[in-house]
């Protein structure tokens, strides 16, 4: 069965300091990949998108970048937090037969 | 209903209750996804209906879509507790882009 992580769980971090968050995905080779932010009480807003390794696309620009160095891997990253960084990460993973996106348990950011 | 610049909808109701939310999007789309979200965790897939579809039912669930007038719903009947969870319609931009979601619906059940 496939499986999807996140780390951290959460984080506090102050402003103006980096920031990597991962995703990795188990049992499953070539999915594409999906990273969203959604601040409280808001909706998901989509940040990057990856249909292979080494290929990222950017949906919406927020100061963050993203990385897919593995197959399995999706890499969220900044080097300078904002305090407007802060909210809920989700990760997402999707292929041909599960058609919908499935999204990981998220990672809480808080930039103080 | 979701989407535009309408703020999260929130509605409460007692159990056993039907409910029924809307959800209105801007571009093309021959599938909608529902997913729900409890508090502090990542989104569940709860319904998708294809546009061949109209009308779709999983347990309590119905979902219908209107591709004429780009508008879709989802009805819970006989509400429970465990049924309070915020609720997000989804389209397609395409396959490899992703989703883009509406603006959500909270839906609070009493006792």
């Known amino acids: 069965a496939q499986t999807i992580h996140q780390w951290p769980v959460a984080e506090i971090k102050a402003v103006g300091s980096p920031l990597s968050l991962g995703c990795t995905i188990k049992?499953?080779?070539?999915?594409?990949l999906y990273w969203y932010w959604q601040a409280t009480g808001g909706t998901l807003q989509q940040l990057f998108y990856?249909?292979?390794?080494?290929?990222v696309e950017s949906v919406v620009q927020l100061n963050l970048s993203a990385s897919r160095p593995k197959d399995d891997q999706f890499i969220l990253s900044t080097e300078k937090l904002l305090l407007s960084h802060s909210g809920f990460y989700l990760c997402?993973?999707?292929?041909?037969?599960?058609?919908?996106?499935?999204f990981g348990e998220g990672t809480r950011l808080s930039v103080l | 209903s979701q989407w535009g610049e309408e703020n999260l909808q929130a509605l409460s109701i007692q159990e056993g209750e039907d409910v029924t939310m809307n959800c209105s999007y801007k571009?093309?789309?021959?599938?909608v996804h529902w997913y729900r979200q409890d508090s502090g965790r990542g989104p569940a897939l709860i319904i998708l209906?294809?546009?061949?579809?109209r009308e779709k039912r999983s347990g309590r669930l119905r979902a219908t879509l209107d591709t004429s007038s780009q508008s879709s719903s989802l009805s819970i009947t006989a509400a429970q507790c465990e049924d309070t969870a915020v609720y997000f319609c989804?389209?397609?931009?395409?396959?490899?882009?992703?989703?883009?979601f509406g603006l959500g619906t909270r839906v609070s059940v009493f006792p």
């Open positions: 997402a993973w999707r292929d041909r037969v599960h058609q919908a996106p499935l």
């Open positions: 049992g499953k080779s070539s999915p594409n």
């Open positions: 990856s249909i292979t390794v080494g290929q």
């Open positions: 571009t093309y789309t021959t599938v």
């Open positions: 209906i294809r546009s061949n579809e």
């Open positions: 989804a389209t397609d931009r395409n396959y490899a882009q992703g989703l883009t």
